[in-house]
């Protein structure tokens, strides 16, 4: 069972609407990950936390703001999404050591329109 | 520059028959790898992961990866398919810190 846990698990929101994907993981992993996922394609990187600081954003757009409260909890702040944004949003952590394992969320199923 | 390639995006087996799905990459460092599964709809399974130890490395759900430094190759196998075994598979490479590279994705199909 998956240790990394998303909410909610499915959002439709208009292009004007500001809503929050939550994600929490009790591992103690010091690094957390956003990926946006669209339908039979690997998974792309949007942002990385490590130490609960920003440590990699991947060119995203302003529309997405991510957050990370505490070492336990990350946030996704939606806001003007667009119809292409439409898309399966991936949680996951890892540690920071050698060799490390990165651990996924059930994911949340955004539709914008 | 790292990179993964999955050699096939669909592969077709009968339940009951062997799964071969095929992994190489490049690294310029010595990397560890994994393999994930993704069912319809869900998020990314951990199958297994490889990080220098054993060459051949056991999975959950009966897979295992052999880890053949010479090919740059990872590839995935289990014996016999089961019907559930229907999903994505992707390659994951890391060379290191945060840094994942993922595979285009394979999608094993089982026929009964």
């Known amino acids: 069972d998956t240790e990394v846990t998303q909410t909610p698990k499915h959002l439709v929101m208009g292009m004007t609407n500001k809503k929050s994907l939550k994600c929490e993981q009790h591992?103690?992993?010091?690094?957390m990950y956003w990926y946006k996922q669209k339908a039979k394609k690997p998974p792309e990187l949007m942002f990385v936390y490590s130490y609960e600081k920003l440590s990699i954003n991947e060119s995203v757009p302003s529309r997405f703001s991510p957050e990370c409260p505490n070492s336990s909890l990350l946030n996704l702040h939606l806001h003007a999404l667009q119809p292409e944004d439409s898309a399966l949003y991936l949680c996951?952590?890892?540690?920071?050591?050698?060799?490390?394992?990165?651990?996924f969320g059930e994911g949340s199923w955004l539709t914008v329109v | 520059a790292q990179s993964v390639t999955q050699l096939d995006s669909h592969v077709s087996v009968s339940e009951g028959t062997p799964v071969l799905l095929r992994c190489n990459y490049s690294?310029?460092?010595?990397?560890?790898l994994f393999w994930y599964v993704q069912h319809p709809n869900k998020g990314l399974q951990l199958l297994l992961k490889y990080t220098s130890a054993a060459t051949l490395v056991k999975g959950i759900n009966g897979f295992e990866a052999e880890f053949k430094k010479s090919e740059t190759s990872f590839h995935l196998t289990k014996p016999s398919a089961h019907m559930s075994d229907a999903a994505e598979y992707f390659c994951?490479?890391?060379?290191?810190?945060?840094?994942?590279?993922f595979g285009p994705g394979t999608r094993l199909s089982v026929l009964p």
């Open positions: 591992m103690g992993h010091r690094a």
């Open positions: 996951a952590s890892s540690s920071l050591t050698a060799g490390n394992t990165i651990y």
């Open positions: 994951v490479v890391s060379p290191y810190g945060q840094n994942f590279v």
């Open positions: 690294s310029s460092y010595s990397p560890s």
